[in-house]
């Protein structure tokens, strides 16, 4: 892509470059200041890193991959034309999910006018990746986040409860001992979910493992891993709190579990796609002696 950029002069690409910051960089301050500033969806700073990286990522691979530049202008405009369109509409109503989602139009529509469709096609994932950036509206994700959080509340009363500690559980609130616990949006919410599921997902894209069925199978546990590593978190806030107070669990403490949610599950990604491996090379050697086997 560099060197086509270097082919066509890099003045037109600088124009673009600066027409795309006039019109979405007042949209991500102000998303950054407002929707990103809570908890219900704080992943949407991470996730926007990791798209940045992911792209920069991408980009740098595409000289080895030997594509054709062949402009699709007749696709890119139409394109060009419904993303313009959403985007007026996001601004002008002031709608961030139409705003922000427009941008992915407004890519995938001017990387088909100037590079062409082979390209767009080898970079789809980093276009999927970016939907995660998106802010819902907070009905939807008040559907979704309820549920996680009374199913990870009642997961946690019961764990501790086995261990023989005093808690009990009244919807989203836990008492452990005399402390009293508000599982929120940040403990069970779209924030760790989408966060965990983008991080999954990007982990899959890049190890590229050739056969589908493990891509599936570890695709589709990124979402219950994703619950483990939040009742992690909130059983060890829960014992921090018992233990050494409320202070010391709403604290540093609680912002710092976040961080290990993050560790847990990624190390459960990993663990689990070892595992995805360990078993598929067993049934292999299985398969291979059993061909073996005289007849």
Known sequence: MMEFIHQKTI???LILAAGLSL????????????????????????????????????????KDQDIEYKPSGFSGWIM??????????????NILMFDIGSLILVLISLILILLGRKIVQYLWFAFFFMMFIIPLPASWVDVVTQPMKIAVSYSVEH???????????????????QYQLLVAD??????????????GLLYLNVTRHESPLRNIVLAILIVPISFASNITRVIILSLITYYFGDAAGQGFVHEFSGVVLF???????????????????????????????PV
């Open 11 to 13: 003045i037109p690409w």
């Open 23 to 62: 019109m979405y960089v007042p949209s991500f301050i102000n998303i950054f200041k407002n929707v990103w500033n809570t908890d219900r969806q704080a992943h949407g700073p991470i996730v926007l890193l990791i798209t940045l990286w992911f792209f920069y990522f991408k980009i740098k691979q595409i």
């Open 80 to 93: 060009l034309f419904l993303g313009l369109i959403l985007y007026i509409l996001g601004r002008s109503q």
């Open 159 to 177: 764990i501790l409860y086995s261990f023989n500690y005093p808690v009990a559980r009244s919807g989203v609130i836990l008492f452990v001992g």
């Open 186 to 199: 940040a403990c069970a919410g779209l924030n760790s979910l989408f966060t965990l599921e983008a991080l």
């Open 263 to 293: 560790m847990t599950a990624l190390l459960l990604i990993i663990g689990t796609d070892s595992l995805l491996r360990m078993i598929s090379s067993i049934s292999i050697r299985h398969s291979q002696l059993k061909s073996k086997k």
